[in-house]
């Protein structure tokens, strides 16, 4: 341990994507310049993701106080799979929550969409979410269309571009005594 980071291990991979900087910048204007046209129309902006729990999610390591452990029971660990989809507004507010014991397919996120406008009702929302494949399908296209969602993509992620990596002090004292991140 050094600076607050730890040694970790290096996950190999046989091939590679090569990185798509300009498909990643393009995304990132598009996004910002949707979310500064809802913000100057004074329009609603939801932030959604899905998360997944299962016992192949649970870190082996995690941190806590000195001297005490994280404790997790591993009967009620073992009983399955849970999803969770959440919007949230910019002021902190959760507008809407699915959970269910299978994975967010299309469907189920076409579903979830419905129920969202419902409880919006008719004031126009912009949504931001990441790239997962649910969220780009042409039916999952036409149903924001059909409820008047404008929806807004984040950016691919990119391990070069992560905050945690280019923006912490501890990070960066790391990487400048050593040259990299180990």
């Known amino acids: ?11 190999t991979v046989k091939n590679p994507q090569p990185e798509k900087v300009e498909e990643r910048e393009e995304m990132t204007v598009v996004a910002r310049q949707l ?5 100057q129309k004074n329009m609603k902006v939801l932030f959604a993701d899905e998360t997944v729990f299962t016992s192949k999610t649970l ?3 995690t941190f806590a106080s000195k001297g005490s452990n994280v404790q997790v029971d591993v009967q009620a660990l073992n009983k399955g799979y849970r999803s969770a989809l959440a919007a949230i507004s910019t002021d902190g507010k959760l507008e809407h929550l699915k959970v269910t014991d299978k994975a967010i397919n299309a469907k ?8 969202l406008r419902a409880k919006l009702g008719e004031e126009e929302v912009y949504l931001f979410f990441d790239n997962l494949a ?4 042409k039916a999952v296209m036409a149903v924001y269309e059909e409820l008047g969602i404008i929806p807004v993509f984040n950016s691919t992620y990119s391990p070069s571009t992560t905050p945690s990596r280019s923006s912490s002090p501890r990070s960066n004292a790391a990487t400048s005594s050593r040259g990299s991140i180990s």
Request: hydrophobic share 30%; glycine share 4%; aromatic share 10%.
């Open 59 to 61: 870190p082996r390591k």
């Open 1 to 11: 341990k050094q600076h607050g980071v730890r040694l970790k291990y290096i996950h």
């Open 108 to 115: 189920k996120y076409m579903s979830w969409l419905r129920k």
């Open 134 to 137: 649910v969220h780009k399908t």
């Open 35 to 39: 979310l500064l046209e809802a913000c």
